[in-house]
Structure formats: structure tokens, C-alpha cells
């Protein structure tokens, strides 16, 4: 049969079969769909699960590099989620499954990571052991199926693998970094649990199940045989060393007339990098609507709701490190100048359900859209001359065209109109308190006015002698306008 094929020729030597692989290849044995669509759910699951492991996490983590990674690796795993799901549905008439638990001995393994007791040991079990556990299977996927038959997954496993392999890299990276500090008690427990992750695996007969199932479960739960208790309380690390600080009313001073353009682009980074409370406020809005209901599809969100979530969190950590670098480019310290506060994601979250949370979010996005909202801030940094300031803006609108998009997809579509949508908006803000004396009675800040120091870093570094009346700005949010004097807001 081979030395047949071996003599089919395409016409004038062209590439043959769409450039997807040989005669030979194709014309060779692969996997029927029922086999696909078994392991692909297995995959499907792995990944949502890695999806809501890095949400679940996110909000409680006090280290800001990871809460960024966390954000970015949420949204390519939602990515590669809906890719699967769809591939999935092209090959099975519903109901389709995909929310049913392939495996109890996976299930333990991912349980065993959701709950481990650290950063490094959460990591460690993502990176070092279900993202590669997803790699091989990718792999093995692609060596066992027909590359002509079912090209379509291939196509969804070439975009996947590489954006698999950065991850895996990152996670790497960041348990070097976490190890250094760790103990060699900490680093012994690591290994033996790493052990114990194989363990939850091999009795699954792997992730993909291409491996007899022992079934026989050998190791008992280090972290996970209790109820899982969610923590939505947010967490800073020590460059947030003032996190109640309102003392500086950022939005007063950007709408100012009478201040430079060159110095509100000081007080848009603070607002970019101010951003890290939008991800610790969307994880829990996803993960607190997925306990609830336990099922995403029946009474509770779509995928497609978490997927849009997921992209927005995104987007609001790549603002926050918009701002970061933005400061790191004009060589000014933000964690000594700037005083980022966690008051708007605590308050939300401690004080609201998840829906109302949303709606706020939207009620705020809304709200940028107007003229003194995002283009104002786009126009700022254009005539600042800071280049730089002006593209981050220019991309912060757009991705906030698109949050207004989502949040009309997600929470307008359940009222009557948008005016009732804002009203109640509004409302669930307006429910939020926030005690800015009794911060400062209770000792947790001084809300200091931080302002003129940074100005001052900034000046310096620019050469030029401080403006007095600039210097001089002392506008706190406890100072101001009726309508703005809330918690501030993140936009
Ligand atoms: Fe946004
Ligand atoms: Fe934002
Ligand atoms: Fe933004």
C-alpha cells in the first residue's frame, strides 16, 4: 500500500493536500471523532480548570507580577477554552458534556492545586505540572490523529501550543524567583507534593486518559479533601505600603485647566497603574457566579459571559502595567512616590454580591465614554508631547470601547433600558461605603498628600524648577464634589 502511494505524484510537483501533510501520512491510520472529542474534552477540562485555578487565586495574591501573570494566562486559557468547546460541538450534537468531570483522580489533582497553600506550590502545580501535563497531551494529540481528517483541531493545537510554551516559561521563571526565598523545609514539601500531583495523574491514566487508569488512588489530598473556602479579599505586596491612602483626588487635578499637560500624564500613569484593582474585583465577580451555581450553563452564565470577562480583566492589567512602565520610563520610584490604594476592589467586594459589582463596572465604563472620560485622557497625552503617554491612552480607549461592548452584551441585555441599567448602576455604587476619617481614626492611613513629592522626583528628573501652584495641589477624595465623593473610581 505504501509503495502504491508511494508513487501518486500531485500535479507539476505542486505541494499536495493543502500543504497539511504527505500521501503517505494521510492515507495512514488516526483516530476516529468519538476518540478525538474524548480526549479533547479531557484537554477542555484541564484548561478550564487551569482557567479558574488562576482567578481563583489572582485577588488573594499579594505579589502584583503575579496577579498580572494570573490576568494573562486567565484570558489564553478562556481562549483556548472556546476553541475547544467549539471544536467540540462541531464533531457532537449537544448536550455535549463539557461541564461534566472527566476523571475523580483529575479532578483531585486540579483540587490539590486550587488549594495548595502558597504562591510557589499554586505555581509549581500549574506550571510545573498540569500546563505540561496539557503540552504532552497537545503533542499526542498530533502525533495519534490524521492530519487531513481532522485538520481543524490541528489548527486549534498549533495556536495553542506555543502560547502554552510561554506560559510554562513564565512559570518557570517565577518559581526561580519564589524559591530563593524559600526554606528547605517549604522546598522539601514541594517536591514530595509534586510527587503526589504525578500520583493524582497517573491514576487518571494521565490527562488525556491515553494511559490504562489505574483508578486505584494511591496518595491521600495534602490540601484538598475539605471544602474549598473562596478568599476575595485582596492582597498587596510591599510597594503597596499605604493601601487606604484617598489623599490624592487624581481625576480633580486631571480636569484642572490650569495644570500642565505634563504633569497630568504623572497623574494618568497613577490612574493606569491604579488599574490592578480591576482584575482583583473581575476574578471574584467569575469565580463567586461559578460556585453559585455550581453549573455555568444551567441558571448560571454562559461560557461566552466568563470568556468576555476574562479578556476585560486582561485588558485592565495591561493598563495597570501601562502606568507601571510609564514610571519606570521617566526613572520615577512608584512604590515610594505613588500611593496605590486597594479601597474601590475591597469595598466592592466585601461589601457587594457579584452582579451588583458588575454593575458598577459597567456603570463606571459607561461613564468614560463621554467626552470628559477617555478621549479627554487620550487628548492629555497627545499635547503632553510625552509620545508614549499618548499611545497607552490611545489603546486604553479602545480596549474601553470594547468594556462598554461587553457590558452591554452582559449586563445591559437584563434590563429594560440602558437608563435603568445606569440607574442601578448607580445605585449598587452609591450602597458602597467607604469610612475615609475612620481609615485614618482606625490608623490604617494618613491618607498623606504624596502628590508634591512625586512632582518634585519628576522635576528633577526633567531638569525644570517645580510650578508653586502645582506643587501646592492638596485635593484628597474626602474634599470633593458631592457626586465624585465616593470610593474613586478605577477607569
Ligand atoms: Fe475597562
Ligand atoms: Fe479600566
Ligand atoms: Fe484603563
Redesign the pocket.
Given at each position: 500500500m505504501s509503495d502504491v502511494i508511494g508513487n501518486y505524484e500531485s500535479l507539476k510537483g505542486l505541494p499536495p493536500l493543502a500543504g497539511l501533510t504527505s500521501f503517505e501520512d494521510a492515507a495512514g491510520p488516526g483516530m476516529g471523532v468519538e476518540a478525538c472529542v474524548d480526549r479533547l474534552k479531557r484537554i477542555h477540562y484541564s484548561l478550564h480548570r487551569s482557567w479558574s485555578i488562576c482567578l481563583a487565586r489572582l485577588t488573594s495574591e499579594p505579589i502584583y507580577e503575579l496577579k498580572m501573570g494570573f490576568s494573562h494566562h486567565a484570558h489564553l486559557t478562556a481562549e483556548h477554552v472556546t476553541l475547544f468547546r467549539e471544536r467540540v460541538s462541531e464533531m457532537r450534537h449537544p448536550p455535549l458534556g463539557l461541564d461534566k468531570v472527566p476523571d475523580v483522580n483529575l479532578e483531585a489533582f486540579f483540587d490539590e492545586i486550587l488549594m495548595s497553600d502558597n504562591a510557589l506550590q499554586m505555581i509549581a502545580g500549574l506550571y510545573r505540572g498540569a500546563f505540561p501535563a496539557i503540552l504532552e497531551s497537545a503533542t499526542c494529540y498530533l502525533e495519534d490523529t490524521n492530519l487531513l481528517t481532522d485538520a481543524p483541531t490541528v489548527r486549534i493545537l498549533k495556536i495553542m501550543i506555543p502560547e502554552l510554551e510561554s506560559m510554562i516559561d513564565w512559570g518557570n521563571a517565577a518559581i526561580s524567583a519564589l524559591e530563593k526565598e524559600a526554606t528547605d523545609d517549604e522546598r522539601a514539601t514541594l517536591e514530595s507534593w509534586m510527587d503526589e500531583l504525578s500520583a493524582w495523574l497517573a491514576a487518571a491514566g494521565q490527562l488525556d486518559g491515553t494511559d490504562p487508569a489505574s483508578g486505584e488512588i494511591t496518595t491521600t489530598p495534602r490540601f484538598s479533601g475539605k471544602d474549598w473556602e473562596y478568599d476575595n479579599i485582596p492582597q498587596r505586596d510591599e510597594r503597596f505600603p499605604d493601601p487606604y491612602n484617598m489623599g490624592v483626588h487624581a481625576e480633580e487635578f486631571l480636569y484642572d485647566e490650569k495644570f500642565d499637560e505634563r504633569d497630568k500624564v504623572l497623574m494618568m500613569f497613577y490612574k493606569?497603574i491604579r488599574?490592578i484593582d480591576v482584575p482583583e474585583m473581575m476574578a471574584p465577580i467569575m469565580v463567586e457566579l461559578m460556585n453559585a451555581t455550581g453549573n455555568e450553563e444551567k441558571g448560571g452564565r454562559p461560557w461566552a459571559f466568563y470568556r468576555d470577562l476574562t479578556r476585560q480583566m486582561w485588558d485592565?492589567a495591561r493598563?495597570a502595567m501601562m502606568g507601571e512602565v510609564g514610571f519606570a520610563k521617566l526613572g520615577l520610584d512608584w512604590p515610594k512616590l505613588v500611593m496605590v490604594n486597594f479601597t474601590w476592589s475591597k469595598g466592592l467586594n466585601e461589601q457587594l454580591t457579584p452582579t451588583e459589582r458588575h454593575a458598577v463596572l459597567w456603570f463606571i465604563e459607561q461613564g468614560l465614554m463621554n467626552k470628559t472620560g477617555k478621549r479627554f485622557e487620550w487628548e492629555v497625552g497627545k499635547a503632553s508631547g510625552d509620545a508614549y503617554s499618548e499611545l497607552i491612552q490611545d489603546f486604553?480607549w479602545a480596549?474601553?470601547v470594547l468594556h462598554a461592548r461587553i457590558g452591554r452584551d452582559w449586563y445591559v441585555k437584563d434590563f429594560e433600558n440602558v437608563k435603568e441599567a445606569a440607574a442601578y448602576g448607580s445605585e449598587c455604587w452609591d450602597k458602597v461605603m467607604t469610612d475615609w476619617g475612620q481609615w485614618r481614626i482606625d490608623g490604617l492611613t494618613e491618607h498623606r498628600n504624596w502628590w508634591p513629592d512625586l512632582y518634585k522626583a519628576a522635576c528633577i528628573m526633567r531638569g525644570t524648577e517645580p510650578d508653586p501652584e502645582t506643587l501646592a495641589y492638596d485635593e484628597t477624595y474626602a474634599s470633593t464634589r458631592a457626586d465624585l465623593n465616593r470610593i474613586s473610581a478605577s477607569?
Open positions: 493606569r488599574e485592565e493598563h486604553d480596549d474601553e477607569g
